[in-house]
């Protein structure tokens, strides 16, 4: 059933049909021959890498030697994607071919496909009750001993000074898909002196790469974004007035102790009452549908679930409990439908206006207790937020905290573990960064494929993905004309 409704052939066709992604990239461009120095391969087409590392991220490959061997490997059929007569290279070309493609023009592929989601109302439908959110934070991919221009270095405890890769990133967060929106490298700055003597190359700080990727974003999808969810890195009223002037929201999460805005609320909530107190309950459905023989379909079952808000009762957490059962007899089957609901957090409230050193508005500082289970043991968590969000109900703002965790769980860890962003596949500065943007093209296109446009299919697994697109490349002779569109 899976085969038939997701395979490399149908994702390439889509690309192309609907974001034009064949069509950038024959429009991609080489730098000047002339400044690449003796010895470069100049014969691959800058549409031919980029084809070549989009189908290696896809298939999610370790390295460019093993999408080579894939590509000249007589028993596959990778040759396919490219089109009759095209140079196909070798490793040294393919290298030769991305350090030589200006990265800057994946970036305007990227911003062209975030530009149609929102002609196409993507980011008024991906939202939080009722809300556009998208999450800001920092990820370091690696650490390289290899002496590449432009990274920032760090001092280790033996005096080894190494090279980092970090990225600022923000994705869109919602109840329906997760899309990165943005990203911003955090590059060499200026050549400090460490404590023991020596030079290292120091970058700006995340703050600062905020109010530059927040004007970017901007620029790219325009005024469609209502909050922006931050860490407690992120409390700094540059940030907080840079986000009230633009009209948006902000949510930060509080966590320096030493703040007056922090002490002055946990002051007040310690001697107070809290003025909301709720439970999350996950409802779950379990359908079952049996086909008669005549019917000459296949039984089977689905899980629907969701989550509900509502005052708190005596269940206990995490217990699975029956609440309903519908029975539904049709011409040549039957369908029973469980209903079960399950209580996974209670949460207690507290908020209030506060006044914050040179920001020009009131805060709003949330304080919210949670109890949850976490194996056999039941935990509680407090929570200190504050934000500008100063007449929304409570439990938004909470649930939009709690949603930030999508950038570290659905976001950098996909990157990383599916595609490999903690590897350098090349050590050149706009390689590098050439992958990275490509990376970031790759997951949100099947991000949208599988939650939008397949969004009644089976879940699909990307290690599920990975093998059917494998199989796809090996058997569809073809794909080329899929992927760059009938001409």
Known sequence: MIVNEICLKK???????????????????????????????????????????????????????????????KTTSL??????????????????????????????????????????????KNLVDGLCVVAYDGVETTETKKEI????????ENGDIRKYIKYLIAMNIGERTNIIVGSKQMTETEKVTTKSGAKKAKTFGETTGFLTLHKDITKTIGKVVDVNVLDA?????????EIADSGEYFVIRMEDKTKHIYKDANGLFENSKPILEYEIVEVIKDITVKYSKEAKHKDYQKTKTKKIIREITEKEINE???????????????KETKTYEKVIRRIKGWDDEFDFVTYKGKVRVVRTVEEYLEGKKT?????????????????????IMHLRWHIENNGFRKLKQNFKLNHIYIGEFNAINYIIQMIILVSNLLEVYLKVRLKDSPPTTYIMLKKLFEKEINITK????????DT
Request: aromatic share 10%.
């Open 11 to 73: 994702f390439f066709n889509y690309t192309y049909s609907i974001y034009g992604v064949g069509e950038k990239f024959n429009n991609l461009e080489r730098k000047n021959y002339k400044n690449t120095g003796k010895g470069v391969n100049t014969k691959t087409k800058a549409s031919t890498g980029a084809k070549a590392i989009f189908c290696a991220i896809v298939c999610q490959e370790r390295s460019l030697k093993e999408l080579m061997d894939t590509t000249h490997n």
């Open 79 to 124: 040759r396919n994607l490219y089109e009759k007569g095209e140079y196909i290279p070798k490793t040294h070309g393919l290298r030769d071919c991305i350090i030589n493609t200006d990265y800057e023009q994946i970036i305007s592929i990227n911003n062209d496909i975030l530009n149609k989601l929102k002609q196409n109302k993507f980011f008024r």
């Open 149 to 156: 221009d432009n990274l920032p270095e760090r001092e280790h």
């Open 233 to 241: 890195l992120y409390l700094n009223s540059n940030v907080m007035n």
């Open 320 to 334: 699975k409990e029956l609440v309903d059962t519908k029975f539904q007899e049709r011409k040549n089957s039957t």
């Open 379 to 399: 935990k509680t968590q407090e929570l200190y937020i504050a934000t500008n969000m100063l007449t929304h109900p409570l439990s938004t703002i909470v649930k």
């Open 478 to 485: 073809d794909i080329g004309k899929y992927f760059v569109g």
